[in-house]
């Protein structure tokens, strides 16, 4: 087993005994970044009842799994990563393989696509 470096061992401690973590175990969050959506939201209303949105970078899913929450089910959250993530709920989740990123990064917008059409 690796050795621990001083800082590792300090991040350690102090995670384990974060208020946010403990409060998102109790919850049912998968990372206490739920608490800051909720912050956001409780702020600024960006997320409301039939809100449609995109979560990039999804994993570890708890911004997914509070966007779900607020959004209802008149609402949709898809959420995408390069990372495998467990399903939440109805919460449609994407992973992009190696070839499909490379894909995206190599192509073009599809507006300028879809006028060249035209």
């Given at each position: ?6 800082s ?12 946010y ?16 959506l ?42 995408l ?10 919460c ?5 393989t ?21």
């Amino acid at each position: 087993m690796a050795v621990r470096s001083k800082s590792s061992k300090a991040w350690l401690h102090e995670h384990i005994n974060d208020h946010y973590v403990h409060m998102a175990q109790k919850d049912g969050y998968r990372a206490r970044a739920a608490y800051k959506l909720l912050e956001i939201n409780e702020k600024d209303k960006i997320i409301k009842p039939g809100t449609v949105l995109a979560d990039l970078g999804s994993a570890p899913g708890s911004w997914s799994q509070v966007a779900a929450k607020l959004t209802g089910t008149s609402g949709t959250v898809f959420a995408l990563d390069i990372l495998p993530m467990e399903a939440i709920g109805a919460c449609p989740s994407f992973r992009a393989t190696s070839a499909r990123t490379t894909f995206w990064r190599n192509s073009k917008p599809c507006w300028t696509t879809a006028r060249s059409t035209l």
